[in-house]
């Protein structure tokens, strides 16, 4: 069992950065791929940003690279994503997941994902 708990959503200007953190509970945490998803309102729930379960391989979406950069210390349970640049199209709750995978792998889907935050809201405003 793996428990995720997300901070550092909040409101900030066009342009300006936030940095996310995950933290999770259990001594487990290095067998799981994580990632980071949004959802805006009416809109379906995308990845954002997956690592891998030693930090070596990772993904971003399209409308991210070169922004946004997700870490994770091993040590501390935690995966970050530093978002830069913001853009109001940001704007969404982020959810930390946690997929039971093995080394080296990502995931891409929802469904690939065992453990889930409760999500934090981001909002970037012109």
């Known amino acids: 069992q793996v428990q995720l708990v997300e901070s550092g959503g909040g409101l900030v200007q066009a342009g300006g950065s936030l940095r996310l953190s995950c933290a999770a509970s259990?001594?487990?945490?290095?067998?799981?791929?994580m990632g980071w998803f949004r959802q805006a309102p009416g809109k379906e729930r995308d990845l954002v940003a997956a690592i891998s379960r030693n930090g070596i391989n990772t993904y971003y979406a399209d409308s991210v690279k070169g922004r946004f950069t997700i870490s994770r210390d091993n040590a501390k349970i935690t995966v970050y994503l530093q978002m830069n640049s913001l853009k109001p199209e940001d704007t969404a709750v982020y959810y930390c997941a946690a997929a039971r995978t093995f080394q080296g792998a990502l995931g891409y889907r929802p469904n690939e994902y065992d453990y889930w935050g409760q999500g934090t809201q981001v909002t970037v405003s012109l």
């Open positions: 259990g001594r487990t945490f290095a067998n799981y791929a």
